[in-house]
């Protein structure tokens, strides 16, 4: 062919010349592009022209080639055909005997291959027909089976089925094709969640006559026969059949759903436990097996809610669970011994912790709240430690510090107006200012509210003129400082405090600082 291919491109490369070139042209092209019948149908316009010299041997070698090729693809396999590539590879071998060599050496193969695999004669060819007929069906029949084998082997028995159905319509029979068919409609009967008697009835029908043939490979004989064998017969079987294969569903469902509820209990899934449903009846093992899980679970659960004051926890509860732990007791501790020990002791320790009955429990809850409010009383009384800082209209830069809680405390308060004497001296007729401290008692009126009452050293700048002697500046005059007000806390932290001070002056140095002075502040306890 590679010859061929080099010659069809010599072809190509000549310029169009006459009519047989033009042709012969078309038949290369046509051959390049595997259009074999186009290339005889090309060619025969020249069948009965005279031919010359190079047309007349590229007509008989694309005649070859398109003929043998329709031959080997089985597009052509007709007596006639094979007996006109033998004449034309005889005639080119003939006349053209020292032409290329590649090309003879090609067209003597091809010669070869129909004189020695093919019939010469029309009685041979009609036997060789029929073989290559046979082969045809015997290659379909192996692909259709492999198809059908392979779609049952996946699980797809529907489409086992479709293809068992396309092989008949096609005429392609075999007992396998009903081997599998039987498989098939087996599987999907046993997957069916509404099976019928009618179609157990088809399944046997199809069994029995699959069983009558003769040619059954031995295994898949044996394999329908045990099919068969375990089907029902009569109606009344198929009721028996169904009532035993429902009653074997919830066995098996009920044998996942207490391993499910097993697995749950250890892994301390108690709450999901509670919830399930009692689907096992009464005095079975399996019925015995989850009362204990959802008694045992009930009780677990009850003592991860426990606290110390018993807020989640109520006297129904604890009832509620007891009644579980002793009606397991009663009713299947003989029967699981181990579990039944497990769950007296459980039982023990339920009315350890929690008291006989609601009378006991309410009275050890009420018990616990009244230590707690007595404690709360006790952390209210205890003393606190707080400093923070005080503002007063004069003297607004102040720190506050006080110790109270008990029925007795004290405070200290700095205040100071932190003015120069330069801007007293500038002023007219002076600016109000005090630096003072004080300290005194605080009284608990309640736990959130305290009295401050206190006394203390203070003095203020103010100024002085003598025209006597003619002098006159800034003097400090000391005065006896008092002071009441309240502390009002917010909480463990925050105190709010407000208060007024009063000082012992005359009134002729200024009226402002004679007046009483209003304070507040904030503080914080560290203790």
């Not at 400093?387 to 029925?407: I, K, N, S």
């Not at 005065?479 to 909480?491: D, E, F, M, Q």
Request: avoid cysteine; hydrophobic fraction near 35%; proline fraction near 2%.
């Amino acid at each position: 062919m590679l010859s061929g291919v080099l010659w069809y491109t010599t072809v190509l490369g000549q310029n169009v010349g006459s009519v047989q070139d033009q042709l012969i042209r078309e038949a290369a092209i046509q051959f390049n592009n595997k259009e074999y019948e186009s290339v005889l149908l090309t060619l025969s316009k020249l069948e009965n022209q005279q031919r010359k010299g190079l047309n007349n041997e590229r007509y008989f070698y694309f005649s070859i080639q398109g003929r043998y090729n329709l031959l080997k693809e089985g597009e052509d396999i007709t007596f006639e055909n094979i007996s006109k590539i033998r004449v034309l590879t005889q005639s080119y071998l003939s006349h053209f005997k020292d032409g290329n060599s590649s090309i003879i050496r090609e067209i003597s193969d091809i010669h070869q291959d129909v004189s020695y695999n093919y019939p010469s004669t029309l009685d041979a060819y009609n036997h060789w027909q029929l073989e290559q007929e046979r082969l045809a069906f015997e290659h379909k029949q192996k692909e259709a089976l492999r198809k059908v084998e392979e779609t049952f082997n996946i699980g797809e028995y529907l489409a086992t089925l479709q293809l068992v159905e396309k092989a008949r319509a096609e005429q392609i029979t075999s007992s396998k094709f009903d081997y599998y068919e039987i498989l098939a409609k087996n599987e999907l009967y046993k997957a069916s969640n509404s099976p019928s008697y009618q179609s157990i009835q088809d399944l046997l029908r199809m069994s029995e006559s699959y069983l009558k043939q003769s040619d059954l490979d031995q295994n898949d004989r044996d394999k329908i026969e045990q099919i068969a064998l375990n089907y029902p017969k009569t109606l009344e079987e198929f009721n028996d059949l169904i009532e035993s294969e429902r009653l074997a569903a919830i066995e098996k469902d009920q044998g996942e759903k207490l391993s499910q509820i097993q697995k749950d209990y250890y892994s301390g899934n108690y709450s999901v436990i509670l919830q399930a449903m009692d689907t096992f009846g009464s005095n079975s093992e399996r019925a015995a097996s989850f009362s204990f899980f959802k008694a045992m679970s009930a009780y677990k659960y009850l003592l991860s809610r426990k606290d110390t004051y018993y807020n989640y926890i109520t006297a129904s509860d604890i009832s509620g669970v007891r009644d579980n732990l002793s009606l397991y007791i009663n009713r299947y501790g003989d029967t699981q011994p181990a579990n039944g020990n497990e769950v007296k002791q459980a039982l023990i320790d339920l009315n350890k912790q929690f008291g006989n009955n609601d009378f006991d429990f309410n009275k050890l809850k009420n018990r616990v709240l009244n230590d707690r409010d007595k404690a709360y009383k006790r952390a209210s009384r205890k003393m606190f430690v707080s400093v923070g800082y005080e503002y007063g209209e004069v003297a607004p830069y102040g720190v506050r510090f006080e110790v109270g809680g008990r029925a007795i405390g004290f405070f200290t308060t700095i205040r100071s107006s932190m003015i120069k004497d330069e801007k007293i001296l500038n002023s007219y007729d002076g600016v109000p200012n005090k630096n003072e401290i004080i300290m005194g008692p605080n009284v608990k009126i309640a736990n959130w509210l305290f009295w401050n009452v206190g006394l203390g050293y203070g003095y203020f700048s103010h100024l002085y003129r003598d025209d006597y002697k003619r002098e006159q500046g800034i003097r400090k005059s000391n005065y006896l400082a008092g002071y009441t007000g309240g502390t009002l806390r917010l909480g463990s932290v925050v105190n709010l405090l407000g208060g007024v001070s009063f000082i012992d002056l005359s009134k002729k140095y200024t009226q402002q600082i004679g007046k009483p002075e209003y304070t507040f502040g904030i503080t914080f306890n560290f203790k």
